[in-house]
């Protein structure tokens, strides 16, 4: 008979959900990572979270997605982020201490070994053209909404054993050591303002797991089964809420902000396409890709010498009423030319990307 079933068979109404005694200290001892560097929670962390960095930083220069979603199986920053939310939920400070800095130390780590491996590699087309770097690099509202949905289900996992075995569905779904070993990289090849946007993609799934964590700890009365665990529970304040909130307000503002610039980005590349498509048919060349990012045009193109003269397509676009977007044209082969905005004349670069 179910906690539920007796309380109504004792003529009660069903007893409202909670975790016992057992889990609290389940979930402190699995959340809360001990100070000795030599202790079996301390060196695990450490070490999975060297091996998840490496690959997937691999991952990302290989650009293979089956190696990413193998270091976010990997990767155990997930365990110091939750142990954030339930030591906020218990009013612990020495906890909340520690795990905000395994979070901090842990992530700084991982872009140190993605700067490492960006020295090593250096490629040379600055990863351009790497589908796991794009796909991070423009972190957008509704990443928040998928980051709160994830953080609760790796929260709720957690007060309910019965449901355990959706940890690694939660790690795959939320994107953690990935973004910082794409910062990481990033910043070895000048790239500032994308590996900026990486890294937002992270705090913002930092934000949002402390958030639905402290959530659904509150509502499953985490703090009465930690008392009853001896445990330490101090008095829980409201404004710990209101600065959970605060925080995932203010990342949520600047994914506004690139929600509405990755929707002008998309618009300009469908006006910028037949444009260029024009232009590379004057010379028998191929338009092998219109994008836009951050209001500039890139475009790839393919053929045989001579190639159409840039400057042609830079005068296009500003008919076109684009000549506020700087262009980037790059020869699949060959050189990349920068054509700014308002300008009549294109210089040639090795490689431009931001």
């Known amino acids: 008979m179910t906690d539920g079933h007796a309380a109504q068979a004792a003529g009660g109404r069903p007893q409202a959900r909670r975790v016992d005694a057992a889990a609290a200290r389940r979930m402190a001892e699995s959340l809360f990572i001990e100070r000795d560097w030599r202790s079996p929670s301390s060196s695990r962390f450490w070490v999975l979270l060297v091996l998840a960095s490496v690959i997937a930083g691999a991952g990302v220069v290989g650009d293979s997605t089956a190696t990413v979603i193998g270091a976010m199986i990997v990767a155990p920053l997930m365990t110091p982020i939750l142990g954030t939310a339930l030591s906020l939920v218990l009013a612990d400070r020495a906890h909340v201490t520690r795990s905000a800095l395994l979070v901090i130390g842990g992530a700084l780590a991982v872009v140190c070994i993605g700067m490492l491996l960006g020295w090593i590699v250096s490629p ?13 690099i423009s972190p957008r509202l509704i990443d928040l909404f998928a980051a709160l949905a994830t953080g609760t289900v790796g929260a709720f996992a957690l007060v309910r054993t019965d449901i355990s075995d959706t940890l690694p ?3 795959i779904a939320i994107s953690l050591v990935p973004p910082l070993a794409v910062t990481g990289l990033l910043l070895t090849v000048g790239r500032y303002h994308d590996a900026g946007e990486s890294a937002l993609l992270f705090a913002t799934n930092v934000a949002a797991i402390v958030a639905t964590g402290t959530l659904v700890f509150l509502a499953y009365r985490v703090r009465d089964a930690a008392r009853e665990a001896g445990l330490t529970v101090g008095d829980f ?6 600065a959970v909130g605060a925080v995932v307000a203010l ?3 600047p994914l506004t902000t690139g929600t509405i610039a990755v929707a002008k980005d998309s618009s300009l590349a469908a006006d910028a396409r037949p444009v260029a498509d024009r232009w590379a048919a004057q010379g028998a060349w191929q338009i092998a890709s219109v ?30 009423g684009m000549a506020d977007a700087d262009l980037q044209l790059r020869l699949v082969g060959g ?20």
């Not at 050189?335 to 931001?354: F, G, K, P």
């Open 251 to 253: 990342v949520a503002v």
């Open 291 to 320: 994008d836009a990012r951050n209001g500039v045009v890139l475009i790839g193109v393919l053929g045989l010498p001579p190639q159409p003269a840039p400057t042609a397509l830079r005068a296009a676009l500003d008919r076109a």
């Open 169 to 171: 569905g939660v790690a």
């Open 237 to 242: 304040h409201g404004r710990t809420l209101v």
């Open 124 to 136: 040379p087309d600055a990863f351009a053209n790497n589908s796991q770097v794009s796909s991070r």
């Open 335 to 354: 050189r990349t030319h920068w054509c700014a905005a308002h300008s009549v004349t294109c210089t040639v670069e090795n490689a431009r990307t931001d």
